[in-house]
């Protein structure tokens, strides 16, 4: 069933998670790119600093297929604020290539592939995560097959043709292992995923990091900053950013 944006615009968020604060429950309702733009532009010129956007493409080719391809409508939206060119405070980023393929052709946005994982292997490698190159109906991406092997440059070489850096599962980077004695899973030993990525020119811009204990590696507990630990590995090892549902946590830890 399609919903208009009036309809759209009764409803109110509401805190899916069990774990985290009920407070603002019902306070705020489901905003518009456009709104997310004029606030982001607002409080830009508030604070005195640039604040940008990182919108994402959700399943493209399913969206194309349905004769609702989103990029268009995007970049639209994009150039009617005057962000334009590659200085513009925005990255966009999609789990296919296929649509980052054709932006690339028709503007100079950032653009991030985004990698997920389908699970992690007794060995401790990361199962890759298979998208659609294309879906029937949708003619308007190019083909793009993902890369499957992130150890040789080669991958990440193939996604630097159409892109700017890669948003990885951060089990791609620090992958882990089962830990029956702390009852969790323990960290092993960093990938070569973040040295082969800028080696050609991509920023690397892992997710998610949360607080809650149990979303943390057993080896960053026992210290009264836990949540800190997480976010101090990643960025000794030289990520350019970070996906956080608590940010002010990742720039604490990044500042301290």
């Known amino acids: 069933m399609d919903f208009s944006l009036q309809e759209l615009k009764t409803l109110r968020a509401i805190q899916p998670r069990e774990d985290r604060s009920k407070e603002y429950d019902g306070l705020y309702s489901i905003p518009t790119l456009q709104e997310i733009i004029d606030l982001a532009q607002t409080e830009s010129k508030r604070l005195g600093r640039t604040i940008g956007i990182y919108p994402e493409t959700k399943h493209p080719s399913w969206h194309c297929s349905l004769g609702l391809a ?18 513009a405070p925005v990255f966009i980023q999609s789990f296919e290539s296929g649509n980052l393929r054709w932006l690339r052709e028709r503007s100079d946005y950032k653009l991030i592939q985004l990698i997920a994982g389908a699970g992690i292997r007794e060995d401790g490698t990361v199962i890759p995560w298979s998208v659609p190159e294309t879906t029937a109906g949708c003619e308007l991406y190019p083909v793009g097959a993902m890369p499957k092997d992130y150890t040789t440059v080669a991958a990440f070489e ?14 791609w980077i620090v992958s882990a292992r ?38 943390l590696l057993t080896d960053y507990e026992g210290s009264p900053e836990t949540e800190y630990q997480e976010y101090q590995q990643f960025y000794a090892l030289g990520v350019d950013g970070v996906f956080s549902d608590f940010p002010d946590t990742a720039r604490a830890a990044r500042d301290k």
């Open 158 to 171: 193939e996604i630097a043709q159409y892109a700017d850096g890669i948003g990885p599962w951060k089990r």
């Open 70 to 87: 989103l990029e268009p409508a995007l970049l639209e939206a994009l150039q009617a604020t005057g962000w334009q060119g590659r200085e």
């Open 178 to 215: 089962p830990d029956p004695e702390r009852g969790g899973d323990a960290a092993l030993e960093p990938t070569s995923f973040i040295r082969l990525a800028h080696a050609t020119n991509l920023v690397v811009h892992p997710w998610t990091f949360r607080n809650e204990a149990k979303e």
